[in-house]
């Protein structure tokens, strides 16, 4: 008898599409076949999520040191800074949930009134607060009471989160009236899956980090669960040279690597169509109260 159900929908009709995940051979990859939601199993609790956050994250993805962090991070920053210009002005007021090492903020905060970040790790907030001088504490319940803002952002956060839509719903409590919350994660119809059926690149997009994978249609229905009304599209991040090292090589890395034979016209094309059809790699969202 299935004893699961479906976080999002609460049907019990669940299948398993992997077994093992990147970090995590014991964990399940399982998809509701009557919403379509695909998350992990079994879903850690609150105090193994803390506690590997705190002793396992940065050394499993082998991560550098805070200040090479902050130094990779801003090509995707400013990107990310484009894409929301036109909603800032001289008096919003940010917050960023998972800030990092504050690569964003840093690049928001002359076009804003106030920048705020919310960061579990401990190095990145330290780094943040000696060489950003930005308010950055490690969870919410540290902020100001009353505090709200008029733009929330989270970046490849809401994969992460035990419960995603009762988190979105406690941020409307800090969300100005016509506030928006601005939501990036990755799209499980990635054309390395659902295109592609890269095996190799299966492995490695599923991992112990990543509770839940989100399509444009289940990202749009967690934050309805919210009570948030949502428009989502796709985004591209990653060209064309990375898809054909995936699929040369099995492995990641080939970001740019072949720029100087595939032009910017092509890279601009192929993503496109990549959208178009649904193929993204990348979910943006643009959620606010209903």
């Keep these: ?35 379509g939601l695909i998350f992990l199993f079994p879903l850690p609790d609150e105090k193994e999520l ?15 040191p805070a200040s090479e962090r902050f130094v990779s ?20 007021c940010i917050l960023e949930i998972g800030c990092g090492t504050g690569a964003f903020l840093s690049q928001v905060q002359s076009f804003v009134k106030t920048v705020t970040g919310i960061e579990i790790d401990e190095e990145s907030r330290t780094w943040i ?10 969870d919410m319940r540290e902020l100001k009471t009353g505090l709200k803002f008029d733009i929330i952002m989270m970046f490849h956060v809401l994969e992460h989160l035990r419960h995603p839509a009762e988190y979105l719903h406690g941020l409307k409590n800090i969300l100005k009236k016509e506030g928006r919350i601005f939501i990036e994660v990755p799209d499980v119809d990635d ?24 399509s444009k249609e289940t990202l749009m229905k967690v934050c309805e669960k919210a009570g948030l009304t949502a428009s989502v599209k796709g985004i591209q991040r990653y060209d064309f040279s990375n898809h054909i090292h995936w699929m040369i090589t099995g492995k990641p890395g080939g ?35 209903i």
């Excluded at 803390?50 to 991560?63: K, M």
């Excluded at 607060?129 to 490690?138: C, D, F, G, W």
């Excluded at 054309?191 to 989100?214: E, G, T």
């Excluded at 100087?260 to 606010?288: C, M, P, V």
Aim: with cysteine; proline share 4%.
């Design 255 to 289: 970001q740019g690597l072949y720029k100087n034979i595939f032009s910017d016209s092509f890279r601009r094309q192929y993503n496109r169509i990549l959208i178009e059809n649904g193929y993204a790699d990348t979910l943006w969202a643009t959620a606010k109260k």
């Design 73 to 92: 991070d801003l090509p995707e920053a400013k990107i990310r800074l484009k894409r929301i210009k036109r909603y800032l002005t001289s008096d919003t």
């Design 191 to 214: 054309a390395l899956i659902s295109l592609y059926n890269i095996q190799a690149f299966k492995k490695f997009y599923f991992q112990k980090a990543h509770l839940y994978y989100f």
């Design 1 to 35: 008898m299935n004893n699961i159900f479906c976080y999002l929908c609460g049907k019990p009709d669940i299948e398993t599409i992997q077994n093992g995940v990147r970090h995590d051979r014991a964990s399940k990859v399982k998809k509701c076949n009557s919403c």
């Design 129 to 138: 607060r000696k060489n950003l001088k930005i308010p950055v504490y490690p």
């Design 50 to 64: 803390n506690d590997y956050y705190a002793t396992q994250y940065r050394n499993e993805y082998l991560d550098p």
